[in-house]
């Protein structure tokens, strides 16, 4: 799965986030996003997709923090991935283990529609982006860490329009 | 009026999508507005892509010889700078392969990394009040003057290894140490 990717330092202060890779083929082709989770998963070095300076390493995170990233401190599992963000001040925890049982529970749920409205990829289809953000679109979080209520902005102005709808040949 | 010359679309002047030699292809009922596919003139798979034409029927907008940025990569940084110091803290980009160029970058950094931070291009400036000069030499330092109290920018170049490299640099003339965050884009140019 797409995952954004966190670099600390040995006392486990975020000082690093990367929204994606682009991975290209020989010839310079985009051929799609790096998996940084496979690779990661596959005992891969994230050090083949970035090295940053001061760092004592890295590893992936399912959500899209941007640089509210920076407010943590990192937690790792037995299996050395992180397992969660731990706030620099207020100490709320971003686990990963909650976030990864709610990701299973909306690919089945994904995959019982799919079962009725025909074939699709239930991990594809399962839509998560209000648990994690995106890669271009981070969580909004507040001072303390936790993921802030969605600003309910007004509607943009209604001005009149010249585009493919209204734009036609007189 | 649909427009007869309007090259590469021979095929589909009607409304809606149709699947044709060259690929996919929609129109708006006079003109194709929207080919995805064999975009070549000759219709010879010299040039795949995306093409999307004007109501006119003939003004290209998008099409394989656009010269666009695409966002290779995208991430954060910080830095922390004690007081009466420079330094600079940098990632290096493998994943991308060796580059022949340094890449374009679009960066900004900030002295804060709430949601609505200022985002200041590339470098970010906080200059020092009080600051005063004498107007001639040997004279009372009675002009104000501007004073650079703590400066942090952030540029792209390539590693020894070829490899695209952001750094976020900081030098902090204050008496308290200074945190910068940037966001950063390394971009590839594509077409033409």
Known sequence: MLSMLIAFTAAGNVIATQDYMVARDAAGNVVGLIDCEAHELAGGKLRDIWIQDGAAGSGTWPEWLGARAHDFMVELGPDKRIAALVHAKSGHRRERAPLEAEFAKRVAHAADVERVRGSGDPEAIADVGDLVGGPGKPLRLDDQGRTATPVDLPPPPDLPVVGAETFKVR | ?192
């Open chain 2, 1 to 192: 009026m649909p427009n007869p010359n309007q090259p590469p679309f021979e095929s589909s002047r009607a409304q809606g999508v149709q699947i044709t030699d060259r690929g996919l292809e929609q129109g708006d009922g006079l003109n194709v507005r929207v080919q995805l596919g064999d975009i070549s003139a000759a219709k010879d798979g010299s040039s795949y892509g995306l093409k999307v034409i004007s109501s006119d029927g003939s003004t290209t907008i998008i099409d394989g010889t656009s010269d666009m940025f695409r966002i290779s990569s995208t991430g954060t940084l910080s830095l922390t700078q004690a007081t009466d110091s420079s330094g600079s803290t940098t990632v290096s980009l493998p994943g991308l392969g060796a580059q022949s160029t340094t890449p374009a970058g679009l960066h900004d950094v900030s002295a804060g990394n709430a949601s609505t931070a200022n985002r200041d291009g590339f470098h970010y400036f906080e200059f020092a009040n009080d600051i005063f000069v004498a107007p001639s030499s040997g004279a009372s330092p009675t002009q104000r003057a501007a004073a650079i109290n703590w400066h942090a920018n952030v540029y792209t170049d390539l590693d020894g290894s070829n490899f695209a490299r952001v750094t976020l640099a900081i030098n902090n003339m204050t008496g308290v140490s200074k945190t910068a965050f940037c966001r950063y884009y390394v971009l590839a140019q594509t077409a033409i």
